[in-house]
Antibody
Framework: QVQLQESGPGLVQPSQTLSLTCTVS??????????WSWFRQPAGKGLEWIGR???????NYNPSLKSRVTISLDTSNNHFSLKLSSVTAADTAVYYC??????????????WGKGTTVTVSS | QSALTQPASVSGSPGQSITISCTGT?????????VSWYQQHPGKAPKLLIY???NRSSGVSNRFSGSKSGNTASLTISGLQAEDEAHYYC??????????FGGGTKVTVL
């Protein structure tokens, strides 16, 4: 059974870089035609897609966040990571990682982490 | 990024059927068969219900079904149950890529 678990600081200072890791168990992130994605959800609001990375290294980002986002794979530790720079209070949200099994075009996120809350505040 | 239009809320009585619409354009829903639906209970992660318009995800009740007509995709919940009370989101592939989201629909079981 594939499981994803987010981890990282729950509090980030404004203008700093938010860094989260998603540890994958039950599957290898370097095999299969999967993308590994990040989403976020501000309190009381809808989902927002942040970006994704393919096992082969190809990545896509939400245009509204692209200038501040980096997603990377660490195959040796079977996890993938999110870095979001120059954060503001507007980046406060629950952050989710997910496996995208749609092969690229199909938004088919079949496995999700439980989410981690990140607050941006001084 | 909420380029797909969903009703803010839909309600129904136990046992009834309800339908949630998700309206886009020919650049997304109308042009591709790549629409998925997710259920999210408060404080929980989203759960995949339907992918590629009408395919039910493994383990999902057959009370949930998906369809598409033109630029509008729909999720139907039949035999509404108290546990179906949640938010529901649609996502579609778009040619300005890769995806567009609906704003979410709150389903209330009366």
């Amino acid at each position: 059974q594939v499981q994803l678990q987010e981890s990282g600081p729950g509090l980030v200072q404004p203008s700093q870089t938010l860094s989260l890791t998603c540890t994958v168990s039950g599957a290898s992130i370097s095999s299969g035609n999967y993308y590994w994605s990040w989403f976020r959800q501000p309190a009381g609001k809808g989902l927002e897609w942040i970006g994704r990375i393919h096992a082969g290294g190809n990545s896509n980002y939400n245009p509204s966040l692209k200038s501040r986002v980096t997603i990377s794979l660490d195959t040796s530790n079977n996890h993938f990571s999110l870095k979001l720079s120059s954060v503001t209070a507007a980046d406060t949200a629950v952050y989710y990682c997910a496996r995208d099994s749609g092969g690229g075009s199909s938004p088919y996120m079949d496995v999700w982490g439980k989410g981690t809350t990140v607050t941006v505040s001084s | 990024q909420s380029a797909l239009t969903q009703p803010a809320s839909v309600s129904g009585s136990p046992g009834q059927s309800i339908t949630i619409s998700c309206t886009g354009t020919s650049s997304d829903i109308g042009g591709y068969k790549y629409v998925s639906w997710y259920q999210q209970h408060p404080g929980k992660a989203p759960k995949l219900l339907i992918y590629e318009v009408s395919n039910r995800s493994s383990g999902v009740s057959n009370r949930f079904s998906g369809s598409k007509s033109g630029n509008t995709a729909s999720l139907t919940i039949s035999g509404l149950q108290a546990e179906d009370e949640a938010h529901y989101y649609c996502i579609s592939y778009t040619n300005s890529g890769p995806w567009v989201f609906g704003g979410g629909t709150k389903v209330t079981v009366l």
